[in-house]
């Protein structure tokens, strides 16, 4: 369940967001990332409360967003507002339809999303939402294994490593001990040269686990414009909307 907030402390408007779990019992948990304000917090916890408590930590709170994330206005999802898809801004157009579940599809640069007549409120939110992380998902699912093909024989390596996709809010991606990669469906917002600097970033982890001298030295040698990109990367991560 998913709700939005908004407090004022001095001349800045906090945007957050809540998301209510039967399996938080007690505690509140308020976190910044790249994308904005979240809440954590039981399913009965009263709104005022949630408030005054973002209200409590607003110093906390501007100390560690950028400005990009308490500037993003939340989505409504309504046809006019955009979203991020390789560096493009795409419009979102929502057509009412008889379906039982939100369909995303794409066309012609454009998000079409189809939204069952019956759904409003915070069950329309979470339902479209839920459908635009699907469809991104499936295309990281199909460009990201692309990317390491491509990029896996000039940093030298052989057998093709095991792609997950995941939804992983402090980072674009992973590399674990067993050689498995996985990938933020987030990617599939970023630029085209920033998605395969996130590839051949995992890709390095396979030869070396650590950020040392070695481990740069190979990722500069792929990709020579490494440290530019992935200076940019930082900047593109601090206003993603999802």
């Known amino acids: 369940m998913t709700e939005r907030g908004r407090v004022r402390f001095g001349n800045t408007a906090i945007e957050y967001e809540v998301r209510r779990s039967e399996r938080r019992r007690k505690t509140v948990q308020i976190t910044v990332d790249g994308v904005g304000v979240q809440v954590a917090a ?10 005054a408590m973002v209200r409590r930590r ?7 967003a950028s400005e990009g994330a308490l500037d993003a206005a939340p989505k409504r999802f309504v046809s006019g507002e955009t979203l991020p898809y390789l560096g493009r801004n795409v419009r979102m157009v929502f057509e009412p339809g008889d379906m039982r579940s939100p369909a995303v599809r794409f066309d012609h ?3 079409r999303v189809a939204v069952p007549h019956d759904l409003d409120g915070s069950e329309r939110y979470e339902l479209i939402r839920r ?3 699907k469809w991104y998902r499936a295309r990281a699912a199909e460009r990201l294994p692309a990317s390491v093909d491509r990029w ?5 390596l052989g057998g093709k490593p095991r792609i997950l996709i ?10 674990s001990p067993d050689g498995t990669l996985r990938f933020n469906w987030r990617a599939m917002m970023l630029k085209p040269e920033l998605v395969d600097y996130v590839v051949v970033h995992e890709l390095a982890h396979l030869t ?4 040392s001298a070695d481990f740069w030295e190979l990722v500069s040698r792929a990709m020579p414009d490494a440290q530019r990109r992935r200076q940019v990367l930082r900047e593109a991560g601090r206003a993603l909307p999802l």
């Open 208 to 211: 070396h686990a650590n950020h």
């Open 131 to 133: 459908a635009i992380v």
């Open 166 to 175: 995941r939804d992983q809010r402090q980072r674009w991606g992973s590399c």
């Open 42 to 51: 039981p399913m009965a916890t009263p709104e005022d409360e949630l408030r």
């Open 58 to 64: 607003a110093p906390w709170i501007l100390s560690h």
């Open 109 to 111: 640069w454009r998000f």
């Open 152 to 156: 896996r024989p000039r940093l030298g």
